[in-house]
């Protein structure tokens, strides 16, 4: 990937807990000889956390890695700022033309790369409680010896970001687990630094507010445009957020996709099961499990004729382009009305304009008829049958 910010290139990660010479090299030597992960725990005391990854993570990305407790999803991350050091492969990061070597660069580089160009978001915030919040995301600046003036400066711009400016003074222990998680993000995005790694960083926090932080992070990553590596172990909050998700096992790649991918086209029945567990409501969306209008049995009315929208009787068509205009729909709600949608709007949204309008749910992309949701559809989507051709039950 040419516009990668971040890129893992065969990363073996192993931990030796034997204390033996040569554990390290002989245990790779097993490892390329095919034996799995338990055989050579067994056989070496020897922990495999990382084996043989690549991943390419685009510059502005969201790329989540997900996978069980101990699939290798935090050693990998780890990797991006040496926290872990590989035993093998190249962590590269662009640095303006040329390539960096994360994983060999000498001390020096690395505490600038550190500095400057990775921050980390840990799960247990990693704030220092007696401090102030403001203090708290200011600390990365100090750091740096940053000038007082120039650092109230950013600090006051970030907490206005995260929406904690009237908490600047606060200690971080008065705050709640959600905005202690802000003021993590405010410290982070207080660095400066172009790619973020976060560790599992709202695993802590209840579902409401969770889901809250997700769309924040978000929103603040399309207007700052960072490049962030985020570690779950959630497949909702994986697809929500994730331009790319990799899946992990045991320490390896199982597979790396956009959300469709994921959703749709799992590479075996290990993803295929995590799938089945998924939230699909907000999830899928239109465009993965209508049908097409192409596979449409064509009306001599003209109803679902021709592609395009121009297709039903006067005033009884909805246009709909968005979250927003969704909602002014129901508040001005013509009984009968037939819906059009985005092929962005997801499963729960089109269930719910096909419970309100009686009809099925039409769907266009850029102005042409593109597919239609009806009960079969929507029923296909609920129960996995469309997502990967095996019905849940
Ligand atoms: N510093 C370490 N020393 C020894 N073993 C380690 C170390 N860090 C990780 N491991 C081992 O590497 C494997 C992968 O662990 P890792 O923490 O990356 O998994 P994970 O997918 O992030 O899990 P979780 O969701 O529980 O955090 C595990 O077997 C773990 O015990």
Known sequence: MTNAALEF????????????????????????AGETREEISRAL????????????VARG?????????????????????????????????????????????DDDTLRALRKTRIAMVFQQ?????????????GFGLELRDMAPS??????????????????????????????????????????DADILLMDEPFSALDPLIRRKLQDELMDLQKRLKK????????????????????????????????????ALRPVNDYVAEFIRHMNPLPTLLASTFMRHTQDLPLRPDGMLDGGTLA?????????????????RAFQEWEQGAVCVVPAKMSLGEVIALRQRSGFPVLV???????????DADILQALSGERRYGVPVL
């Not at 266009?364 to 009806?374: H, N, P, S, Y």
């Open 61 to 105: 990305e969201i790329s989540v890695l997900m996978g069980l407790s101990g699939s290798g999803k935090s050693t990998l991350l780890r990797a991006a700022n040496r926290l872990n050091q590989p035993v093998r492969g190249e962590v590269r990061i662009g640095n303006g033309s040329a390539w960096l070597d994360i994983a060999r660069c």
């Open 227 to 262: 490049t962030i590596l985020f570690v779950s172990h959630d497949i909702d909050e994986a697809l929500k957020i994730g331009s790319h998700i990799t899946i992990m096992r045991e320490g390896r790649i199982i597979q790396t996709g956009t959300p469709d991918d994921i």
């Open 125 to 137: 915030f990693g704030l220092l409680p007696w401090r102030s919040v403001r203090d708290n995301v």
């Open 364 to 374: 266009e992309d850029e102005g042409a008829l593109v597919g239609v949701c009806d």
């Open 311 to 327: 297709l039903s009787p006067e005033g009884r068509v909805v246009h709909i382009a968005g979250q927003e205009r969704v909602l």
């Open 45 to 56: 005391k020897v922990t495999v956390g990382v084996a043989g990854a690549n991943l390419a």
């Open 150 to 191: 120039i650092r109230k400066e950013i600090v006051e711009e970030k907490l206005e970001l995260v929406g904690l400016s009237n908490w600047a003074d606060a200690r971080v222990h008065e705050l709640s687990g959600g905005m202690q998680q802000r003021v993590g993000l405010a410290r982070a995005f207080a660095t």
């Open 9 to 32: 290139r065969n990363i073996d990660i192993l931990f030796d807990r034997s204390g033996r010479r040569g554990a390290i090299e002989a245990a790779l030597a097993r490892l390329d």
